[in-house]
Antibody, heavy 125, light 107 residues
Framework: EAQLVESGGGLIQPGGSLRLSCAASEFIVKYSYMSWVRQAPGEGLEWVAGFYTDGATYYGDSVKGRFTISRDTSKNTLYLQMNSLRPEDTAVYYC???????????????????WGQGTMVTVSS | AIQLTQSPSSLSASVGDRVTITCRAS??????LAWYQQEPGKAPKLLIY???SLESGVPSRFSGSRSGTDFTLTISSLQPEDFGTYYC?????????FGPGTKVDIK
């Protein structure tokens, strides 16, 4: 069964940096679209960043310029480097695999079909 | 940027009830939506993709549809394990948007 396991969360002071990891099993990250999604305590879901199979990366407005998504195909692992952390970045961070395709009407669809268990990041002094 | 709203924000229903959750975009969208269920303390789980396609392993009591600018998730007969928060999700121009969620409680 395909699985994602995140690690690297913890308590960090404002302005600090942290790198999250997401190890994949039973599928190949290199051939998959992957994303990071976060959820602040008691709040809804927020997409953070995406990594396409062609190497293109995309970011949500709230993290652009501070976070970097990357992958290591030899380790089948996705990463999220988080710099200049702010208290509002406090959240559970999930990695997820995107399923993308075109439907019968020719419209492009995307959905996150595999999720990790999440790793908690707390930004506080 | 496209914003998604969901209604109701919460509901309480009895086992066996038919439950409908609506997701509406701030502007007309042509591309499909996905729906997720999240139980407290757990990761979200994909239920519906491409507006109405049922994810493998998801019970057939879940269905998705679209009418104009409104997207709907329907649970035909609510079961005890269906509690949690439901989110709609849209992708457009390399940006992903989630609805604010609908919390479902079992009476």
């Amino acid at each position: 069964e395909a699985q994602l396991v995140e690690s690297g969360g913890g308590l960090i002071q404002p302005g600090g940096s942290l790198r999250l990891s997401c190890a994949a099993s039973e599928f190949i990250v290199k051939y998959s679209y992957m994303s990071w999604v976060r959820q602040a305590p008691g709040e809804g879901l927020e997409w953070v960043a995406g990594f396409y199979t062609d190497g293109a990366t995309y970011y949500g407005d709230s993290v652009k310029g501070r976070f970097t998504i990357s992958r290591d195909t030899s380790k089948n692992t996705l990463y999220l480097q988080m710099n200049s952390l702010r208290p509002e970045d406090t959240a559970v961070y999930y990695c997820a695999r995107d399923r993308q395709g075109y439907d019968s009407s020719g419209y492009f669809y995307d959905a996150f079909d595999i999720w990790g268990q999440g790793t908690m990041v707390t930004v506080s002094s | 940027a496209i914003q998604l709203t969901q209604s109701p924000s919460s509901l309480s229903a009895s086992v066996g009830d038919r439950v409908t959750i609506t997701c509406r975009a701030s502007q007309g969208i042509a591309s499909p939506l996905a729906w997720y269920q999240q139980e407290p303390g757990k990761a979200p789980k994909l239920l519906i993709y491409d507006t109405s396609s049922l994810e493998s392993g998801v019970p057939s009591r879940f269905s998705g549809s679209r009418s104009g600018t409104d997207f709907t998730l329907t649970i035909s007969s609510l079961q005890p394990e269906d509690f949690g928060t439901y989110y709609c999700h849209h992708f457009n121009n390399h940006q992903f948007t989630f609805g604010p969620g609908t919390k479902v409680d079992i009476k």
